[in-house]
């Protein structure tokens, strides 16, 4: 296998950290657009996170994020871009994350795959904007959430392709996410109201993007500081926290959820 070449390597590292910093700058304009927001007394509502707000993440936040995207909305309702055309976009940064994270450049991975975040939440916007929501593009927008999130994990699995542990984490981490899906579809299917619980799919992706863009900067000094832990840790314990943390409470919120279903189908029995 060809060596990179240095400048190419380090011409690669900055662009890693800056990526990270500008999904830092990003974090500080959602807590300033959302404080805004609160001090000036005005509410924050998008109609998308109605029934959806996360356990483990605040509406507000989201609610903020939703508001600082209003310029990008109308740019693209004026080019008359259609939801579709977005949701099939959002293919393309998360292939791109999968690449950056399996090669090790965490900070370009995180901001890759918040893009093709920012695209699932623009494809809703856009179709509530023009009244064109319909069944069939609900599901091929679910469809395309599904292979956005695998591309998420599969990149952070094959870079820890040669770590027991991380590689079995990261497995776990994959079953929970689907698993909690899965409990929501087959409520749904069954008749009976979705469970709620931690750890939804915005959430999921909230911790491995934090996560993974924290790890360049925490390269910037970790050597200085590896030598007065306690523990052995990596540099890379940003991300391996963050799918511990997934790992668990996905599996945990999963159980929950179907332990859940299985109350409502027997209240249901006993009632009819």
């Given at each position: 296998m060809p060596r990179r070449r240095p400048s190419l390597s380090k011409a690669m590292a900055r662009l890693d950290l800056v990526s990270s910093f500008i999904l830092i700058g990003f974090d500080v304009s959602v807590f300033i657009a959302f404080a805004t927001a609160h001090l000036s007394g005005r509410r924050l509502r998008n109609t998308r996170l109605d029934g959806h707000g996360g356990v483990m993440l605040s509406r507000g936040a989201m609610e903020a994020t939703y508001d600082l995207f209003r310029p990008i909305v109308r740019v693209l309702l004026a080019l008359k871009v259609t939801p579709n055309a977005i949701t099939a976009f959002s293919l393309l940064p998360a292939l791109g994350s999968t690449?950056?994270?399996?090669?090790?450049?965490?900070?370009?991975?995180?901001?890759?795959?918040?893009?093709?975040?920012?695209?699932?939440?623009?494809?809703?916007?856009?179709?509530?904007?023009?009244?064109?929501?319909?069944?069939?593009?609900?599901?091929?927008?679910?469809?395309?959430?599904?292979?956005?999130?695998?591309?998420?994990?599969?990149?952070?699995?094959?870079?820890?392709?040669?770590?027991?542990?991380?590689?079995?984490?990261?497995?776990?981490?994959?079953?929970?996410?689907?698993?909690?899906?899965?409990?929501?579809a087959k409520a749904e299917a069954l008749g009976v109201p979705p469970p709620k619980g931690a750890m939804r799919r915005a959430e999921r992706a909230v911790?491995?993007?934090?996560?993974?863009?924290?790890?360049?900067?925490?390269?910037?000094?970790?050597?200085?500081?590896?030598?007065?832990?306690?523990?052995?840790?990596?540099?890379?314990?940003?991300?391996?926290?963050?799918?511990?943390?997934?790992?668990?409470?996905?599996?945990?919120?999963?159980?929950?959820?179907?332990?859940?279903?299985?109350d409502s189908l027997r209240a249901r029995r006993q009632a009819e």
């Open positions: 690449i950056a994270l399996a090669t090790g450049y965490f900070g370009l991975g995180a901001l890759l795959a918040t893009a093709s975040a920012f695209c699932d939440m623009l494809d809703g916007i856009i179709a509530r904007h023009l009244n064109i929501t319909s069944d069939v593009g609900e599901l091929f927008d679910a469809v395309v959430d599904r292979y956005v999130e695998f591309l998420l994990l599969a990149g952070i699995l094959y870079y820890f392709r040669n770590t027991p542990v991380m590689l079995g984490l990261t497995l776990t981490a994959i079953l929970g996410s689907y698993l909690v899906s899965y409990a929501t911790y491995l993007i934090h996560g993974c863009a924290l790890v360049p900067v925490i390269g910037l000094f970790w050597p200085s500081v590896t030598g007065t832990l306690p523990i052995r840790l990596t540099r890379e314990w940003p991300i391996e926290a963050a799918v511990l943390v997934v790992a668990m409470v996905t599996n945990v919120s999963s159980v929950r959820r179907f332990l859940r279903i299985a």
